[in-house]
């Protein structure tokens, strides 16, 4: 993820967040409406209504969006550090194996030159 995009989303997720507070003062607003003496205003709780749910709906999709976006984000899927590492012990371990070996041989040698 690069910080463009990185940017990005943490736009959209700041724009959430204010999207939830308006959303908690809408829910205050319906309420205290609600709890009015005079009696609820109906064009005023369904206009309240109308905008807390347009605003979770606009919520919802934006941190579903979000949360695929992020799981889709793998920064070490194409990494190969783990099958790089395994190759290089392998060859460590052959380049051990030989000079045991080349020890070896001029054990032999060694043995055979002085018979």
């Known amino acids: 993820m690069d910080s463009q995009s990185q940017n990005t989303s943490l736009q959209r997720l700041h724009h959430v967040e204010k999207r939830i507070i308006r959303v908690l003062e809408l829910a205050g607003s319906v309420m205290d409406e609600l709890s009015n003496s005079t009696g609820p205003r109906i064009e005023i709780l369904n206009n309240h209504c109308r905008e807390f749910m347009q605003s979770i709906k606009d919520i919802q999709v934006t941190l579903r969006e979000e949360i695929k976006s992020a799981c889709e984000y793998r ?6 550090y783990s099958s790089r590492i395994s190759n290089e012990i392998c060859f460590k371990k052959l380049e051990y194996v030989i000079e045991q070996l080349d020890g070896m041989k001029q054990s032999i040698d060694q043995y055979y030159g002085a018979v």
């Open 75 to 80: 920064p070490f899927e194409k990494c190969d």
